[in-house]
């Protein structure tokens, strides 16, 4: 069975400091991973999206790193910013035999930015 | 634990026939949002609702309407299909928490609904 697990589920950091989040997968075929931001209520928003043949991406402050051997990604948040608190998704696709692709999502993570 | 439920998990319509999706978030979430995904493409984000009231609105086309119910569960209502429609939808459910007064904002997804239009 295809699994997406993170951690930590929540975290609470001040502004200003870095943070990174982790997402470990059992998914196969692997086709690529992706981290979403998602505020509450609204539409997640794609930060970063890896292939296997990727092992670090980086959008801004955001940087994402995969480890294909492990199934393992992070993403590293620097100098957080107050508009960083989200809920960050890790969700990685499978390649259906149709050729399609199946995404399983994780459960995200939290964060949460103080002044 | 109850998760996420849609209804139905296989439907098949024709070009041009209107097609309705229904979602039943898990107990005591209110807050739910309808993802789309083709074939061979990442889910996109359609529309989300909170207590009722739509909240965010995504690459929805003008011809599906969503709403949510006092029951917290919410409908997707599509009119004349397009090929291009044919695609599996997601609903998935969450409660409502604002980020400063709760560590935690979980998002669970449903199996999904596969639509197919002939």
């Known amino acids: 069975k295809n699994q997406v697990e993170q951690s930590p589920q929540s975290l609470i950091i001040l502004e200003g400091k870095n943070c990174t989040l982790q997402?470990?997968?059992?998914?196969?075929?692997?086709?690529?991973l992706r981290w979403y931001k998602q505020d509450t209520g609204r539409g997640p928003v794609s930060l970063t999206i890896?292939?296997?043949?990727?092992n670090t991406k980086s959008n801004g402050r955001y940087t994402a790193t995969l480890d294909a051997d492990t199934k393992q990604s992070s993403l590293h948040i620097t100098a957080s910013q107050l508009s960083d608190s989200a809920s960050y998704i890790c969700?990685?696709?499978?390649?259906?035999?149709?050729?399609?692709?199946?995404?399983?999502f994780g459960r995200g993570t939290s964060l949460i930015v103080h002044p | 634990a109850a998760g996420v439920i849609q209804s139905p998990r296989h439907l098949i319509k024709e070009k041009r026939e209107t097609a309705t999706l229904k979602c039943y978030p898990i107990?005591?979430?209110?807050?739910v949002y309808w993802y789309q995904q083709g074939p061979g493409q990442d889910p996109q984000f359609l529309i989300s609702?909170?207590?009722?009231?739509?909240?965010d609105k995504g690459s929805i086309p003008d011809r599906f309407s969503a709403q949510q119910f006092s029951d917290y569960h919410s409908e997707l209502n599509m009119s004349s299909l397009e090929l291009g429609d044919s695609a599996l939808y997601f609903c998935?459910?969450?409660?409502?928490?604002?980020?400063?007064?709760?560590?935690?904002?979980?998002?669970?997804f449903g199996p999904g609904t596969r639509l197919t239009v002939l």
């Open positions: 998935a459910s969450s409660s409502y928490r604002p980020l400063r007064e709760s560590s935690y904002n979980e998002q669970f």
């Open positions: 997402c470990n997968y059992t998914v196969s075929p692997f086709s690529n």
């Open positions: 890896m292939t296997f043949s990727e």
């Open positions: 969700v990685v696709s499978a390649i259906a035999s149709g050729g399609s692709y199946i995404p399983t």
């Open positions: 107990p005591r979430h209110d807050t």
């Open positions: 609702f909170y207590e009722k009231m739509q909240s």
